[in-house]
């Protein structure tokens, strides 16, 4: 059985997540505070600590105090992994779709 790292096989327990992968989507866009990242959904901050800590377990955000508040923003390099693996499920799909009808 093929063993996958335990930092990708976070962070797609982290991507599973839909708010997790919004969030992720605005950072993409730039660094941006707890506060502003719980806003569009509604959340509260403690709600929205949660999610980033889960994502910085991940190594996929991190974060930086500046004053009073807490601005997150993307690990560089942190999808390099994953990508990796996407790469070989795309292989693995290419090779399915050769062989589809030769049974």
Known sequence: MVQ??????????????PT????LERLGLGSASISELAEPFGMS???MKKHIRLLEEAELV?????????RCMLTPYAFEGITTWLQRLDRFARVVERTKGTR
């Open 4 to 17: 996958h790292s335990a930092s990708v096989d976070r962070a797609f327990a982290a991507l599973a997540d």
């Open 20 to 23: 997790r992968r919004a969030v």
């Open 45 to 47: 901050l403690t709600g």
């Open 62 to 70: 991190t974060t930086e105090k500046v004053g009073r508040v807490r």
